[in-house]
């Protein structure tokens, strides 16, 4: 399943183009709360495709119908860029596990660059609904690689791939290496640069995040 957000309106469109616009983006308490206002959008419908148990509960008046997850929920992220988006998955699967991977762009002096992973920590996955979230899916390079480290730690019932913006060679990169993973996203550009960034997209969102990095 694809789900893009913007192709029905909602409050999201405020917030992404909040996160795009340069008059805008450069208040980083904003930029963290309007891509964690994005994470709980994306959260609440993702939680709607989920498996769920039907249970009863106790109120002081009686007995009430309702329903709860039937699976545990392992939320991953790929730091730095990806907390803030993680921190909105979170407020709503308060109850979830969580993965971290450090990856990063290691980039050479003729332009091209590799993905480096240098961090992993994750629960026992088997059984379990893994969700990875980053906030830019590009290439889709990292979230494959990340993706390849987290499944050595089990076999997760679903997976599902969650992005404020994505561009289509990305989705198209996920959806080829699993096919039968979920991929949510804020919004959907066409473009790539030669050195994969995200055309209009909206910068480094680790930088306008956290503050600019220094490259080695």
């Known amino acids: 399943m694809i789900f893009d957000l913007s192709k029905n309106p909602s409050v999201a469109h405020h917030f992404i183009a909040e996160m795009r616009n340069i008059n805008v983006q450069n208040d980083r308490m904003r930029f963290r709360r309007n891509m964690e206002r994005l994470g709980e959008i994306l959260a609440y419908e993702l939680s709607k495709h989920l498996p769920y148990n039907s249970i009863e509960v106790e109120t002081p008046l009686g007995i009430a119908q309702s329903k709860e997850l039937s699976r545990p929920i ?3 992220t790929i730091l730095r860029a990806g ?8 407020n709503y699967f308060d109850g979830a ?3 971290f ?15 480096k992973l240098e961090y992993l920590s994750c629960p026992n996955l088997d059984g379990k609904i893994l969700i990875l979230a980053d906030p830019m899916l590009a290439s889709g390079a990292s979230m494959v ?12 019932s679903e997976i599902h791939f969650v992005t404020a913006i994505a561009a289509t060679p990305g989705v198209e990169y996920v959806r080829r290496m699993y096919p039968k993973a979920g991929i949510w996203m804020g919004a959907l ?3 790539l640069t030669a050195k994969s960034y995200i055309v209009p997209g909206l910068g480094d969102a680790g930088d306008l995040a956290y503050g600019e990095k220094v490259q080695f």
């Open 189 to 191: 550009d066409e473009e």
């Open 83 to 90: 907390l803030p988006l993680h921190q909105g998955m979170l």
């Open 74 to 76: 392992v939320l991953a």
């Open 145 to 156: 690689i990340a993706a390849k480290q987290l499944l050595e730690h089990g076999t997760p």
């Open 97 to 99: 596990e969580n993965a």
């Open 101 to 115: 991977v450090s990856a990063y762009r290691k980039h050479h002096h003729d332009g091209t660059f590799e993905i």
